[in-house]
C-alpha cells in the first residue's frame, strides 16, 4: 500500500515539474573584419582606440603626422634638390645605384647549346667586350622576356655602348657562351615626397643602404585615420607614437559578430538553419533571454562533434563574452 502511494506521489510531483532545459555553452566571436589601414607613412601621434570598444564608420581614431622616406637601393646620393622648409613639388634628390651598368641581352643565335638558352633569373655570368676581350665584368640576370633578357653588373670594368659576349664559364669557354648583349649607363633613382621637406639626412656623395632614412616630410596637417566600417575594434596592430608606413594595419575591426557553441553529432541534428532560438549573457545576473538564429552548422566528424553558429539579435556585443544557448524562451 505504501508503494502504491509513494509512486502515485511521484507521478503527481513529475505531471507538474517542467523538465529543463538543453542548454550549451558558447562565446561571441567575430564573423566579419574589416582593417583600418594606415593612410600615409609617418609617425603614429595618437591611437584613440581600446580592444572591445564599439567604433563607428568615419570615426577619427589617430592621426600620422610625419612621413619618413627610405633610400630604395644602395648607392651615393647624386644630387639634392630641395632645402628644408621647401614644398616639394618633384624630385628631392638621385640616387646613383651601385650597380652602375645595365646589360640588354639576347641568347637568340648565341647560344652553343640548348641548355645554354635556358637563362635563369638572378643567375651570376661573366662578360667580357666582344672586340678584344680586354674588359670583362661579373653580372646577374635580373629580368628574362623571352630570348632577351637584362642583367646588372657587379664589378668590373665596361664601357657605355659596346658590344659584350655572355658566359656562364669564368674561363669565357666558347661551350659556355649564353649570348650577346650591350652596355648601358644605370639610370640615377629619383626619390620624391609631398608637402614640405621637414628635415634632410643625408648630402651629396654620401653612401647609402637600401631602408635607410632619407629624409622627412610633413604635410599642412595632420593625416587622419578613419574606421571604414562601424564594428567592434578586435585588435591593435601598433601604438602611438610607432613609425608607420602606407597600407599598413593599425587594428582590426569586427563588423558582425556570431555566437559559437559546441554540440554533441546527435544534438547538432536540432539545430536547422533559419531556427530560432535563445541566449542568456554571462555577464547578466537577471538572465535576460534574448532570440538568434541558426546560421550553418559545422561537423567535425573526427571526434563526432559540431560548431552551431548563429546571429544574435543584440548589436554591440563584446568579443570573447560567454553566453549559454537554451532552447527555451524563458
Known amino acids: 500500500m505504501k508503494t502504491r502511494f509513494f509512486l502515485l506521489l511521484l507521478a503527481a510531483v513529475l505531471a507538474v515539474t517542467p523538465a529543463l532545459a538543453d542548454t550549451w555553452a558558447g562565446t561571441v566571436t567575430a564573423e566579419d573584419t574589416v582593417e583600418v589601414e594606415i593612410p600615409s607613412s609617418g609617425t603614429l601621434t595618437h591611437l584613440n582606440a581600446e ?54 641581352c639576347t641568347s637568340q643565335d648565341y647560344a652553343k647549346t640548348p641548355e645554354n638558352a635556358l637563362i635563369h633569373s638572378g643567375e651570376q655570368i661573366y662578360v667580357r667586350c666582344s672586340v678584344d676581350g680586354t674588359h670583362k665584368a661579373i653580372a646577374r640576370v635580373t629580368a628574362i622576356n623571352g630570348a632577351n633578357f637584362s642583367a646588372e653588373v657587379t664589378g668590373g670594368e665596361l664601357y657605355v655602348g659596346e658590344a659584350v659576349f655572355l658566359y656562364r664559364d669564368p674561363a669565357y669557354s666558347t661551350r659556355s657562351l649564353i649570348g650577346k648583349g650591350t652596355v648601358t649607363s644605370h639610370d640615377t633613382i629619383p626619390v620624391s615626397g609631398t608637402g614640405v621637406l621637414l628635415s634632410l639626412r643625408v648630402g651629396v656623395g654620401d653612401r647609402v643602404e637600401r631602408g635607410q632614412w632619407l629624409f622627412s616630410t610633413a604635410s599642412s596637417e595632420d593625416t587622419e585615420l578613419i574606421v571604414p566600417q562601424s564594428g567592434i575594434v578586435t585588435a591593435l596592430r601598433t601604438s602611438a607614437g610607432s613609425e608607420v608606413v602606407k597600407d599598413q594595419s593599425a587594428a582590426t575591426i569586427a563588423t558582425s559578430v556570431s555566437l559559437r557553441a559546441e554540440v554533441s553529432a546527435d544534438d547538432a541534428a536540432r539545430f536547422k538553419k533559419g531556427d530560432t532560438w535563445y541566449y542568456t549573457r ?49
Open 51 to 104: 580592444v572591445g570598444q564599439q567604433v563607428q564608420a568615419g570615426d577619427v581614431i589617430g592621426a600620422i603626422r610625419e612621413t619618413k622616406v627610405f633610400a630604395p637601393a644602395d648607392g651615393t646620393v647624386a644630387a639634392v634638390h630641395l632645402e628644408t622648409g621647401d614644398t616639394i613639388a618633384d624630385t628631392v634628390l638621385e640616387i646613383a645605384p651601385v650597380t652602375l651598368y645595365t646589360l640588354t
Open 282 to 330: 554571462n555577464d547578466d545576473p537577471h538572465e535576460t533571454h534574448f532570440t538568434c538564429t541558426v546560421q550553418r552548422v559545422l561537423t567535425n566528424e573526427a571526434d563526432a562533434s559540431a560548431t552551431v553558429v548563429l546571429i544574435p539579435e543584440e548589436k554591440g556585443l563584446p568579443i570573447g563574452l560567454g553566453i549559454i544557448l537554451t532552447d527555451e524562451e524563458n
